[in-house]
């Protein structure tokens, strides 16, 4: 661990000395491709999200110009049983519905990724704080479920 | 609401999140704060459904935009990760609290945070590059020093990190805003990481748009499940604020700043009142 603080101490004081940096060179290549990862992820929930979104949209309208009864708008599924069983019945609602649970999960994948790229590193300190930031989460989402 | 068709909704709904993520993003404020008084004041949706849709939309615009400067090495992500502790602590906080707590109120406070997040839009508060800043002991611990590549000064910058208890205790209000109002409150992020801990002011945006987006995870699980993200509602607040501050993103570097703010400072200033004047009324059985 204190070997790698050393690393970024170098590379940073090399970098302002030498008057030449470009923004490419910075810390030790193993942070660079974390942040590419988590870049990666971030990008890919809010487009997969995005995408359910438009596509649960444009069925729903499709129903409501063309599909004879309206779907009442007040009943929305709102847990997570009730998205699954409304998307095997393709409930329009529910893939609205799933498409934000999607966006909502986005920032807890990139927590759990960030955990095994700190376990990769062997940043121990960093494995724990992020791991208790992936609890306090799923703490966050059991309480929501408890609390009507 | 305003209208009894939901396709009208739909796009309306759509195109005012669109003006907002994209007006957002140029102020540096954020749409999302802005879409639970235009959904409030100007399509009559209840306040715990607005704020169940903004929540949503901090989740996507922070993402999209944080996935931009990771990318750029701007972003502290030990500094992101070690007060996401207490954001999403006072996140968990301030979604429960909302529960309680009674519309006038919500509508008072929110009025409140508008008004303290616009105070930067009038004056910086910070300085861009702090000077003779030593570590602290917290700091020394959670490695929190670090570096980043500065654009305009075309160098690398090394920075230290000082007063991490006094951050980490704004942080925990910072969160408790969040949960309590659906904002993403990056103005109080910064705040602490700017002003207490003093990180160089691009090193604090960034880093507190990466934290946003896990902070308002915490409370949007429990909005949810509490039924207050109404998909249609949540969806076109979600896809305009994203498509409008992504666009934002686009054209800002070709704007005048202080032009902008001259046009967008009284709009955020006339919202925080109806905001203000909202709750007071209701407050006094109008």
């Known amino acids: ?148 | 609401m305003l209208t009894q068709s939901p396709l009208l909704f739909f796009f309306l709904v759509l195109l005012a999140s669109l003006l907002a993520g994209f007006g957002g993003s140029l102020i540096g404020l954020g749409g999302a704060i802005l879409m639970t008084p235009i959904l409030t004041i100007f399509f009559g949706v209840p306040i715990r459904l607005a704020i169940g849709a903004s929540v949503v939309s901090i989740i996507a615009t922070s993402s999209g935009a944080a996935a931009a400067y990771v990318r750029d090495h701007i972003t502290n992500l030990r500094v992101g990760m070690s007060m996401e502790v207490a954001t999403t602590l006072g996140a968990i906080g301030g979604a429960l609290l909302a529960a309680v707590t009674p519309t006038a109120a919500l509508y008072v406070i929110f009025g409140l945070a508008l008004a303290v997040s616009a105070l930067p839009l009038i004056r910086k508060f910070s300085e861009e590059l702090p000077q003779g800043v030593v570590n602290d002991r917290w700091a020394e611990r959670l490695r929190l020093a670090s570096s980043y590549p500065d654009q305009r000064l075309k160098r690398i910058v090394p920075y230290q990190v000082t007063r991490v208890p006094l951050g980490f205790a704004i942080m925990g209000l910072a969160g408790l805003l969040s949960g309590l109002l659906g904002i993403g409150s990056g103005v109080f992020k910064v705040l602490a990481m700017d002003t207490a801990m003093r990180l160089p002011l691009k090193v604090s945006t960034t880093t507190s748009n990466f934290m946003i987006g896990v902070t308002a995870a915490a409370s949007a699980g429990i909005y949810f499940q509490r039924g207050d993200i109404d998909p249609l509602i949540a969806t076109p607040v979600a896809l305009g604020v994203l498509a409008g501050a992504t666009l934002g993103a686009r054209v800002l570097p070709r704007l005048s700043n202080t032009a902008l703010r001259a046009i967008f400072l009284p709009v955020v200033a006339l919202i925080a009142l109806q905001m203000l004047y909202t709750g007071v009324s209701q407050l006094l059985g109008h």
């Open chain 1, 1 to 148: 661990m204190d070997e790698r603080l050393d690393d970024e101490r170098l590379d940073t004081e090399g970098q302002s000395t030498d008057g030449s940096a470009n923004g490419s060179m910075i810390g030790p290549q193993r942070d660079y491709q974390m942040d590419r990862i988590i870049s990666v992820v971030l990008r890919g929930g809010v487009l997969l999200s995005a995408g359910l979104l438009i596509f649960g949209a444009a069925l729903y309208f499709v129903r409501v110009l063309w599909g004879g009864a309206p779907p009442d708008p007040l009943v929305f599924p709102h847990s997570l049983g009730d998205v699954i069983s409304g998307l095997a019945h393709g409930d329009p609602l529910a893939i609205l519905a799933m498409g934000l649970i999607v966006l909502l999960l986005t920032p807890v994948a990139r927590v759990i990724i960030s955990i095994f790229a700190f376990a990769r590193e062997r940043d121990w300190l960093y494995v724990g704080i992020t791991t208790l930031v992936l609890l306090i989460l799923l703490v966050s989402f059991l309480l929501g479920r408890g609390g009507a």
